[in-house]
């Protein structure tokens, strides 16, 4: 019965597979509150009820890959592509700073080389410079060599996000180019736990041939791979891509109940980790990231950008915010956090208590 297994996370015992699984699967009206009031009793318990912000910068639509999903593949000629300044970085996480959100999170498609490599390397240490040293910095910038990912740390970048995508190697196959290889990207997700970030990873929800079993996988990979932060959400399709193009239809509130469930299942299964409500469960809902904050996650991540080049930004069709700035959408977004009961950690780079749990251990093992 579902109920167990709810009082037993609930009663600080780690859940199987198996028990993931079963807990996916509910369906009905009722069973899906007490799913979801479970795992926001365990946040309450774990990380609070204060939502970690982070300005969330995208800086270029570039990408040298071509997920068969996404709308900035490289292979999508009708969008136009952007670059945005050094300057421009800076006075997004300069606004960042000035609302007191503590960290900002510099996300864009994948370069490799060296002209990028260096661009990133200058501006990550001139947001640390700028700041005094106030503001975190996550990276989003996908599979790097190791020497990349160590020379982005030691210019002041702290967390890494890497989707995994998909843990189930056959699926992540069918969703990816033949020159895209899963081994590659667990190296990667190692390679940045071996520099010192706060690692994250995640996964899409409700892939075409994508299974409960799968979805369970995912979140035993998570587990498996101790990660400090997890940032999922539902797949959508957008036109201009091969996957989108084959599976066009879907249904938003189904897809929104799936990746609800999945926050919520992986809150109780990893506790003490952050979990994003991501920006695809608000294109699903108005409500959708308030709704991800009550089914168990703990970060949101604002635009702090310039509205400019948000239209060129889409990975996937009706992604929200377009064309509100930074200032109006912290109005509205304090105001709708406000109303379901949470509070804003200002001025808080927001590492998960996870992580400071892990580091305790490993120092602890180390012998003097
Ligand atoms: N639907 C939902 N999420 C998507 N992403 C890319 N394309 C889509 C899509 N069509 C996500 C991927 C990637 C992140 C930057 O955006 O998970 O890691
Ligand atoms: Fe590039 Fe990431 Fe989109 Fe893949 S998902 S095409 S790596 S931006």
């Known amino acids: 019965m579902y109920q167990k297994l709810l009082q037993k996370a609930l009663a600080g015992h780690r859940l199987v597979r198996s028990e993931y699984r079963e807990l996916l699967a509910l369906e009905k009206p009722a069973e899906l509150a007490a799913l979801f009031q479970a795992a926001y009793q365990l946040k309450l318990r774990t990380v609070g009820n204060r939502v970690r912000l982070r300005g969330l910068i995208e800086v270029a639509n570039y990408c040298a890959k071509n997920c068969c999903y996404c709308g900035i593949r490289r ?63 996550t990276l989003s910038l996908g599979e790097q060599r190791e020497a990349v990912y160590r020379q982005w740390f030691e210019a002041g970048a702290h967390r890494y996000l ?86 066009p239809d879907f249904d938003a509130e189904k897809k929104l109940t799936l990746a609800l469930k999945m926050i919520a299942v992986t809150r109780l299964a990893l506790l003490d980790v952050n979990i994003a409500a991501t920006t695809a469960l608000q294109t699903l809902a108005a409500d959708g990231r308030e709704r991800g904050l009550l089914a168990g996650a703990n970060v949101i991540m604002p635009n702090v950008g310039e509205v400019a080049h948000r239209k060129d930004y889409l990975l996937y069709t009706n992604k929200p915010g377009l064309d509100e700035n930074a200032a109006v959408s912290r109005g509205k977004l304090e105001a709708s956090l406000h109303a379901i009961g949470e509070e804003i950690a200002y001025e808080d780079w927001g590492d998960s208590p996870h992580f400071a749990a892990r580091r305790r251990a490993e120092r602890e093992s180390v012998p003097s």
Not at 167 to 192: A, K, Q
């Open 75 to 137: 292979d999508n000629h009708a969008i136009r592509r952007y670059q945005l300044s050094a300057a421009e970085i800076l006075e997004a996480a300069v606004l960042a700073d000035r609302f007191g959100y503590g960290s900002v999170v510099l996300q864009a498609g994948e370069r490799e080389d060296d002209e990028w490599v260096g661009f990133i390397t200058e501006v990550v240490r001139r947001i640390k410079a700028d700041s005094s040293g106030r503001l975190g910095i």
């Open 162 to 247: 890497l989707r995994i995508e998909s843990s189930v190697p056959e699926l992540y196959r069918r969703i990816h180019p033949p020159d895209h290889d899963y081994r590659r990207r667990l190296e990667c997700l190692r390679s940045l736990r071996r520099v010192g970030y706060q690692v994250g990873t995640g996964t899409m929800s409700d892939l075409p041939g994508q299974t409960l079993d799968d979805l369970a996988s995912d979140i035993a990979f998570f587990r498996e791979l101790d990660v400090d932060m997890i940032g999922m959400g539902p797949y959508i399709p957008h036109p201009d891509t091969p996957l989108g193009a084959a599976h």
